[in-house]
């Protein structure tokens, strides 16, 4: 019995590794390497969802090196593996699939992309985002589509039946006046930090009308990954709101994950610029510096 236990926590050591150890072969850039080991890991355990997830990292890799045709291949070869592991399984029955298949598709995108085909790049994610529409890839998805297409387009509507605080007031009303959109989560420290950066940044452009307009969604969870029902994580939401974002006036908060889905916000923050003529001039997902951030802020505040 103590050597099966001994056993077991070995294999779950090896399998937490895994995603870890293919990375830092790609950190030097070692894609054989990278190859040999998820190779070494299905012998023993099959093309389960942590082999392929472990695999899309070589795809990741390759585009993050602008490696097009290899980053492309290995996508299309990641994607193929998951397909068939969903003969079998359900695409969100655990975590790694869809983050496999996720990646896949992604990579194909911008690789696609990369080799100068924008507009088929931009169908392919489309089609994809119709095929996963009703599954967690759904938002991962759209943030590709509009990484690659948004930016000169009409900006997307944002729900706002539910919100704290003020009433917001609706993006299409808001033409006329330059607003940042910052999608973030009561979880997020990275979109805390970005609190400062967004007061700064609604002083100095205060005489031009800047709006700042804040979504979020909820997550079924409070502090400590506590599960709660939305009747509890709402006003624990407008806790996180009140304390680590009232330092910047006026941001009113719609409350709906539909916004984020639709704005493709798998990634928290997201930061997301709109002029005057209500056109995405910066779709941005992750953090951003004051220093980054201000001469976009400075080109649509430009009356």
């Known amino acids: ?12 050591a090896v399998m937490a590794d895994l995603v870890a150890d293919v990375r830092a072969d790609l950190a030097r850039k070692d894609f054989a390497a990278a190859e040999a080991r998820v190779a070494a890991y299905r012998t023993g355990n099959g093309a389960d969802p942590l082999a392929l997830l472990a695999y899309s990292w070589l795809g990741r890799s390759a585009q993050a090196n602008k490696m097009w045709d290899k980053a492309l291949t290995y996508a299309v070869e990641t994607r193929k593996r998951c397909l068939d592991a969903l003969k079998s399984r359900k695409i969100d029955d655990e975590p790694s699939l869809p983050l496999a298949l996720g990646a896949s598709i992604e990579v194909t995108g911008h690789a696609t992309a990369g080799q100068g085909r924008l507009a088929e790049a931009v169908v392919f994610l489309k089609e994809e985002e119709k095929r996963w529409h009703a599954t967690s890839m ?8 509009h990484l690659l297409s948004l930016e000169g387009k009409p900006a997307p509507a944002i729900e706002m039946t539910r919100y704290l605080g003020a009433k917001p007031t609706p993006v299409a009303q808001l033409k006329g006046k330059p607003v940042v959109l910052f ?3 009561h979880w997020c420290p990275d979109c805390k930090k970005q609190a400062a950066v967004l007061e700064r940044l609604r002083r100095e452009n205060e005489a031009a009308g800047l709006v700042v307009v804040g979504p979020t969604q909820t997550y079924g969870y409070v502090a400590g990954g506590e599960d709660a029902a939305p009747a509890r994580e709402i006003p624990y939401i407008d806790e996180v709101r009140k304390q680590h974002y009232g330092s910047i006036q006026g941001m009113t908060v719609p409350l709906s994950g539909e916004n984020f889905k639709a704005w493709g916000c798998s990634t928290t923050p997201t930061v997301a610029l709109v002029d005057r003529k209500g056109i995405v001039t910066l779709y941005h997902p992750g953090a951003m510096t004051h220093e980054e951030l201000a001469p976009h802020v400075a080109r649509i505040a430009a009356r």
């Not at 099966?4 to 070995?10: G, K, N, R, Y």
């Not at 759904?138 to 589509?145: C, S």
């Open 138 to 145: 759904r938002a991962r998805i759209q943030k590709n589509i």
């Open 1 to 12: 019995m103590k050597s099966a236990i001994l056993l077991l926590l070995f294999a779950s």
């Open 183 to 185: 999608f973030w989560a």
